[in-house]
Each structure stands twice: as structure tokens, then as C-alpha cells.
């Protein structure tokens, strides 16, 4: 029984390194053919990555400069989206998604969000959710020491520091962990999409021969606000609302 064990053991390792190993070789194939300007290519060997369930920051932000090359707008936007919300604080992309919606159609004039809220998401873009993992550890971690050290230490000075330093990391750690939980909900949250169609009538309501309320055009970004069938209810970053195909868009 422990031969098989081992044996089932090797197994796994040597099918994740051969798995791994095709991985690289296949990003390989895809940033060659990228530097050899054959654009289409690199969006095979890209999107065949991504089609075997390997998710990463890197990979959605060569899939947007491919896309962007080749002029695909609307797809370039998406992956860098991909990117970002995989990783919030990669520069290159956020950089390449404002050159890529300088291409856009729409100009939308956002409605500014309130302090707090700006305030709020500049801090849960501070750290992908692994990088608030590691520090809800390390204020957990420094709750228990000053724990520790509080109930095992007579020394009533250091007591009276060990209380102060514990009731900060409570509330570090508690804020820390709301802040976890936030950036998990939003790396997994499918609320937004990007327009892919070159065009696209939103209507009033969820049903092709209503009225037009607006039209908007592809690499345009929305928020999913309501699902019926076939149709979905969206809401653009100025207010306004309609119903559009589910066709039409892509989720980020």
C-alpha cells in the first residue's frame, strides 16, 4: 500500500511539472510570435493557456497588447481589465487600458465617487487578496505575542504597552481581514463586462422591439445590474441604465 502511495505521489509530481513545462514552452510560443508581430498566433498560444485554467496577471496583459495590436479593441480593454483585477497594481496595465480606451467611441462623464469610497478602493487596490492573507497572519500573529506577553510578563509598564499594542492590532487585524475578504469578493465577482460588438442599442426594457434608450459602443465598461433570459439590465459610470443582449459583452 505506502508503493502505491509513492507511486501515486511521483505520479502527480511529474504530470505537474510536465504540465508546468508545457505552460512555459506554450508563453513562450505566444511572446515570440508577439515580438514576430504575428499577433493572431500570440492570441492562440495565449488564449490556449488560459483555456487549461492558468490564471495570471501577466498572461491577461500579453493577451491585451496582442488584442491591441491586432486591433481588436473592445477584447484588448477586457484582458486588461483581466489583469487589473487580478492584480490591482500593475502599472504597465493600467497605463495600456488608458491608451486602449482613448480608442473608445464613448466618452462617459463618470459621476466622482464620494471621498470615503475613493479612499476605500485605493486601499483594497493596495494588495491582490494573497498580499492581505500574509498581512492578516502578521497582525494575528502580533494580537497573540502581545497576548502572550501581557498574561506572562509582571511588569506593569510593560503590561500597560503590551494592552495599548494589542487593542491597535485588534483593530488593525480586524480591518486587515475586512479588507481580505473584500479583495476575494471582488477577484471573483462577475458585476462588470466590456462591450465586444461594434455597436449596440440598449433598450428600455428586456425586450428587442422596445424603445432605444442609448447607444454605446464596443470596449465600453458596465455594470451588471439584473439578469432575465436572454437580456441583462446595466448601468454605465454616468447613471444611465438599459437593457442589452447578453450576446453583446464579456465578462471582465
Do not use: C
Amino acid at each position: 500500500m505506502k508503493n502505491i502511495k509513492k507511486i501515486i505521489f511521483l505520479f502527480l509530481i511529474v504530470n505537474t511539472l510536465v504540465f508546468s513545462q508545457a505552460l512555459i514552452t506554450k508563453m513562450q510560443e505566444g511572446n515570440d510570435a508577439y515580438q514576430n508581430k504575428n499577433y493572431q498566433e500570440a492570441i492562440k498560444n495565449y488564449e490556449s493557456i488560459l483555456n487549461q485554467g492558468y490564471l495570471s496577471t501577466d498572461l491577461f496583459y500579453n493577451l491585451g497588447n496582442s488584442y491591441f495590436k491586432a486591433g481588436k479593441i473592445g477584447k484588448s480593454i477586457l484582458y486588461y481589465e483581466k489583469s487589473l483585477k487580478v492584480s490591482p497594481t500593475n502599472e504597465d496595465a493600467e497605463y495600456n487600458l488608458q491608451i486602449a480606451r482613448a480608442r473608445t467611441v464613448d466618452r462617459i462623464q463618470e459621476i466622482p465617487p464620494l471621498f470615503f469610497f475613493k479612499w476605500w478602493e485605493s486601499l483594497l487596490a493596495a494588495f491582490t487578496s494573497e498580499g492581505w492573507q500574509i498581512i492578516v497572519f502578521i497582525f494575528y500573529m502580533l494580537l497573540l505575542t502581545s497576548v502572550a506577553v501581557y498574561f506572562l510578563i509582571r511588569n506593569m509598564q510593560i503590561k500597560k504597552y503590551s494592552y495599548i499594542f494589542g487593542i491597535l492590532n485588534l483593530g488593525a487585524l480586524v480591518l486587515s481581514s475586512v479588507l481580505l475578504f473584500a479583495s476575494i469578493s471582488r477577484e471573483s465577482s462577475k458585476d462588470f463586462a466590456i462591450l465586444m460588438t461594434s455597436t449596440a442599442n440598449v433598450k428600455i426594457s428586456p425586450d428587442q422591439q422596445s424603445e432605444d434608450a442609448f447607444v454605446i459602443h464596443e470596449g465600453i465598461k458596465f455594470k451588471i445590474e439584473e439578469q432575465v433570459k436572454n437580456w441583462v439590465k446595466i448601468k454605465l459610470s454616468d447613471g444611465k441604465v438599459g437593457w442589452l443582449p447578453k450576446n453583446t459583452f464579456e465578462i471582465i
